[in-house]
């Protein structure tokens, strides 16, 4: 998977670009006689939202914690399906107008937010640990979650000496620092 390779965050970008682009193309494909046109950016439109569910879905479930990562993918998968109805309802809402340019070239929107989006969220840790970047997988704990249970469940599913070593210092910091291990004074 592409992703497992240069990282979930660099490949949804990707995705929502290719997603823009087929959009854009599509929305903007001449009549008629130029159908193929239509049909190949619509295959490319495609090919960004498909890529993009899945990558989401494997972000979504590293970033979760053990105990809550059913429910958040079960989530996200109702967010795509909320998703595909308002797309419904738009086109439905378009239709009386014979407006198919718009029906597509809407779908614009999501892919930008998606992009946008990126920028706020940090690498999946699985990813930065699977890496070899363990102290920014450890930023990025600290960021989303107690370090604690992230690590716990870290621990329990991938297979890293440097990773042994970042959980016994993690049960070293909450030991001496007596505040359950958040690192900053705070109580959850």
Known sequence: MLSDRFGRRPIL?????????????AALSPDVGWLILLIFFRCVMGLG?????????????????TEMRGKITSLGQMMDVCGIMIAYLVD????????????IGLGIIPSFLLFGGLYFLPESPRWLVKQGRIQEAAAVFRRVTTLGSILVAMAASVQ???LDRLVAEGAKRRSASGDGGHGDGEQP
């Open 13 to 25: 970008k990707v995705m929502a670009i290719i997603f823009v682009l087929g959009a854009f193309g």
């Open 160 to 162: 890293s000496p440097n």
């Open 92 to 103: 439905y809402g378009l239709s009386p107008f014979f407006a198919w340019r718009w029906m």
């Open 49 to 65: 939202v498909g890529a993009s569910a899945v990558v989401v879905m494997v972000y979504l479930a590293e970033m979760a914690p």
